[in-house]
């Protein structure tokens, strides 16, 4: 039997080009023993599966990646998702900050309507691809499993990355791609906190900022600025400003952050100057600031300052090490998170060989790659699943005309 179309990864883009295929032969090969694992820690169970904010915003939420991912995500919307599953019976709220979730706040509800539907198509699970190959004369592709080889005229590659390898994602689509001729980016966690050089804020874990200003050094110039929400951990530093822009982050990199309010360093200088004129406690005056009381008592720990000494006594030195600590205060990164944390992989197949108007191979026609298999990583916040379902969208929709026409 020769199938219309074969799949390899039952996460949400292989089940969603699945479920967006008409009327075809269909298999499924999942090496895991139940589809869909990954999914179901999204949003720490609950699914956040994408976002309400205008399309427009979405492309900017992939790092230089956003132009590649423009078409798919026109040609299937973060609304079209809603309403697909919508259609399905499955409710959704949007949170202020518009992600969306369903309504039950469960990971297994999007998991089930995905499953129901494709029903119409064939699933093999614990199943691992060994070897996939090409016959060009034959125009067919060939899957080489422990038991059986199966063959197909389109071949979708939905293997995911390398993150939560726990779940199944050990990165072998990306031999798949290579033997089939394709480049692969380097693979690196993203999404993921970092830890930093002689980390002194352990005792500080929970204490959160919002809105900071963040500024990325590489090679002792400033390469990058980021804003956004903050948070210590008891090993690492982490929140959005942190995870959403670990995908620019490397060993060895410096990072300075900005908890004040201010613009910049030489600006809090001008007013700290001013506000120890006070004949107040350092404690006392650093209030104005409106920082976490804790961050400013470890922060004076930290400078060796007494939290009651007056404003007027504080010497050169330690109104310089204030400023920097509030405002420029900066920490080498020794590491990213590893895979088992990191949300989603950076890299992958190069999106330089494959049209991003129909996730088509330009390499081998029939060849299909959709999801985080590709050589993109999107913010948090409902990003990445979406994208994974615009990108099956789109593969399965191209299928669809090919095998029409």
């Keep these: 039997m020769i199938y219309d179309v074969i799949i390899i990864g039952a996460g949400p883009a292989g089940l969603f080009s699945a479920a967006n295929i008409e009327n075809k032969k269909v298999l499924i090969i999942e090496k895991s023993k139940e589809p869909g694992r990954k999914l179901l820690l999204t949003g720490a169970g609950q699914c956040n599966y994408t976002n309400n904010c205008a399309i427009n915003e979405f492309f900017d939420r992939y790092g230089d990646k956003g132009r590649f991912i423009k078409p798919a ?41 995905l499953i129901d539907s494709v029903n119409h198509a064939q699933m093999l699970l614990n199943t691992s691809v060994e070897r ?50 394709h480049s692969i980016v380097e693979p690196k966690p993203a999404l993921t906190p970092i830890y930093v050089e002689n980390y002194q804020f352990s005792e500080l874990s929970g204490v959160s900022f919002e809105n900071i200003k963040l500024s990325l050094f590489k090679n002792k110039k400033k390469a990058k600025e980021f804003a956004g929400d903050f948070l210590f951990t008891h090993i690492n530093i982490s929140g959005p400003v942190i995870i959403n822009n670990s995908r620019y982050m490397e060993a060895g990199d410096i990072i300075k952050i900005n908890f004040t309010a201010f613009s910049n360093e030489d600006d809090f200088r001008a007013f700290f100057e001013s506000l120890i004129q006070s004949k107040t406690s350092i404690k006392t005056a650093l209030k104005v600031l409106a920082l976490p009381r804790r961050f400013v008592e470890k922060v004076l720990e930290i400078c060796g300052i007494d939290e009651n000494l007056p404003c007027s006594q504080l010497s050169k030195i330690q109104r310089n090490s204030l400023i920097q600590m509030f405002s420029a205060h900066p920490m080498k990164i020794i590491k990213l998170g590893d895979y088992n944390i990191a949300m989603v992989t950076k890299g992958g197949v190069s999106t330089s060989e494959v049209n991003s108007k129909t996730m088509e191979s330009k390499k081998i026609h029939g060849l299909y790659f959709t999801g985080e298999v590709l050589d993109y990583d999107g913010d948090t916040g409902g990003f990445n699943i979406q994208a994974a379902f615009s990108t099956a969208k789109l593969a399965a929709d191209a299928i669809n005309k090919h095998l029409k026409d």
């Design 73 to 113: 995500l026109y040609n299937f919307t973060n609304q079209e998702t809603i309403d697909f599953f919508k259609k399905r019976g499955l409710r959704s709220i949007i949170r202020e900050d518009d992600k969306v979730f369903p309504s039950s706040l469960k990971a297994i509800d999007v998991l089930n309507v």
């Design 132 to 181: 996939v190959s090409y016959d060009a004369d034959k125009k067919l592709f060939y899957i080489k499993t422990h038991a059986f080889a199966y063959a197909a005229y389109n071949l979708i590659i939905a293997t995911g990355g390398k993150s939560y390898p726990d779940t199944g994602s050990t990165g072998a689509g990306y031999e798949f791609a290579v033997s089939l001729g």
